[in-house]
């Protein structure tokens, strides 16, 4: 009984802070708009891999139906985020070592394609930079979550600078999913800090003009990352 008063106690504790959320839904609540609300929450570590996302509370916290919250887990859940289990309830996804692979695959080929297609320079490269700038000051001082996202920053502003609300989009769901990961790691800064270096020397190249050296480091530095980042989650999920 403790103990199950305890959970609901955390889980109020924890949905409460969602109905700060509830003036990014506009005034008419739609499915998408909730659906991005916590597709954030989970990319920033709100509801970790393996949490049940409870729908009284939710809805509660949003103000939203409980049909409108249904079909936003229904959009969560085609993006791979959520997961329904029969007669047990909606969870954040826990990523198999396969889908990491998968995710590296879809990223290799999206962002290598961007930065190739990119065409004459000079390019607007402001977001990137922005990025690269974010994550240095966070290293410096080690903050490590604000680190990681930076990093996210990065790659979703490469992929932009195709231009292509489609790919952004894309792009935007595969680095949610990636972010299930890092959020399962005991210390995800190590998985990023070594990549600032290589960050700088991407915008670099793509400052001097030169789209295929930066398509060269960054299929290097994704190939690099998958390895590292396989390996460790391999046995942290086994464990």
Request: net charge neutral; charged share 30%; glycine share 6%.
């Amino acid at each position: 009984m403790a103990n199950g008063a305890e959970q609901r106690l955390a889980e109020a504790v924890e949905v409460s802070e969602l109905e700060t959320d509830r003036p990014l839904l506009g005034r008419t609540s739609t499915a998408e708009r909730v659906a991005d609300v916590l597709r954030d929450r989970i990319a920033e570590g709100f509801f970790p891999p393996g949490t049940r996302l409870s729908e009284d509370s939710i809805k509660g916290a949003l103000g939203v139906s409980r049909n409108t919250l249904r079909e936003a887990f229904r959009l969560l859940t085609h993006e791979r985020l959520l997961v329904h289990e029969l007669n047990r309830g909606v969870f954040v996804r826990v990523v198999s070592v396969a889908d990491l692979t998968d995710i590296y695959r879809v990223r290799a080929l999206v962002e290598c394609a961007a930065v190739r297609g990119l065409g004459a320079p000079p390019y607007r490269l402001d977001a990137v930079e922005a990025a690269v700038v974010a994550g240095e000051r966070a290293a410096r001082e080690r903050a490590w979550q604000e680190l990681s996202t930076a990093n996210i920053r990065f790659h979703q502003a490469v992929v932009g600078l195709a231009g292509s609300p489609r790919t952004d989009e894309l792009m935007r769901a595969v680095l949610a999913e990636l972010r299930l990961v890092f959020h399962f790691m005991d210390d995800p800064r190590r998985f990023h800090a070594p990549y600032l270096t290589r960050n700088r020397q991407i915008l670099e190249a793509l400052q001097a003009g030169d789209a295929a050296e930066a398509e060269r480091l960054l299929a290097s530095y994704l190939e690099d990352s998958r390895r590292q980042l396989a390996g460790a989650y391999a046995e942290r999920v086994s464990s």
